[in-house]
T-cell receptor
Framework: GQQLNQSPQSMFIQEGEDVSMNCTSS?????WLWYKQDPGEGPVLLIA?????ELTSNGRLTAQFGITRKDSFLNISASIPSDVGIYFCAGQLLREVSFNKFYFGSGTKLNVKP | DSGVTQTPKHLITATGQRVTLRCSPRSGDLSVYWYQQSLDQGLQFLIQYYNGEERAKGNILERFSAQQFPDLHSELNLSSLELGDSALYFC????????????FGPGTRLTVT
């Protein structure tokens, strides 16, 4: 079943605006990762988070591992047209660490108007 | 370029047929993961191999199988294909056996007619 709820499903924003998206789960996660996928391409790793409360930046991107370990958010500041794409959260359930399974959210489709 | 290569890029085949997708991991990576992405969907984890051995299994159908060879490249075999198997199939690789930082290939688009 679906372990991750990612929202919003899609966003239409103006260039220069800030963006926020998040992932939530009813279960505790061991790791949270954020990926970006361009059309017809494979996902590209943006940020990896390994500890509850961890806040990590990568250029204009900032992501946090929620204190409860059940959520994570990704912020993009001052969006530009090349930010267009689908953003996926992904993670590993704490209770399934030994099984090595990985879950992906359903994605947030970002559209940026120049 | 992630360093992960996948062939072929596109594949069109008929129902009931069998196909093989190939993946070469990044240099030095021992793990290979296979994912299926249907239209406008997220990625569904299928299977992971680490240094030639199956390490983790996701929602992989019995009609699908995979293996990792001594040179660490991997193949995903899809048999008795159905229309619903049409999807993008991605391979990813990572250095160790844990899937934390996976690097994805460009994918193989499979169309079953």
């Amino acid at each position: 079943g679906q372990q991750l709820n990612q929202s919003p499903q899609s966003m239409f924003i103006q260039e220069g605006e800030d963006v926020s998206m998040n992932c939530t789960s009813s279960s505790i996660f061991n790791t949270w990762l954020w990926y970006k996928q361009d059309p017809g391409e494979g996902p590209v790793l943006l940020i990896a988070l390994y500890k509850a409360g961890e806040l990590t930046s990568n250029g204009r991107l900032t992501a946090q591992f929620g204190i409860t370990r059940k959520d994570s958010f990704l912020n993009i500041s001052a969006s530009i047209p090349s930010d267009v794409g689908i953003y996926f959260c992904a993670g590993q359930l704490l209770r399934e660490v030994s099984f090595n399974k990985f879950y992906f959210g359903s994605g947030t489709k970002l559209n940026v108007k120049p | 370029d992630s360093g992960v290569t996948q062939t072929p890029k596109h594949l069109i085949t008929a129902t009931g047929q069998r196909v093989t997708l190939r993946c070469s991991p990044r240099s030095g990576d021992l793990s290979v993961y296979w994912y299926q992405q249907s239209l406008d969907q997220g990625l569904q984890f299928l299977i992971q191999y680490y240094n030639g051995e199956e390490r983790a299994k996701g929602n992989i159908l019995e009609r699908f199988s995979a293996q990792q060879f001594p040179d660490l490249h991997s193949e995903l075999n899809l048999s008795s294909l159905e229309l619903g198997d049409s999807a993008l199939y991605f391979c990813a690789s990572s250095v160790g056996s844990v899937p934390y930082e996976q690097y994805f290939g460009p994918g193989t688009r499979l169309t079953v007619t």
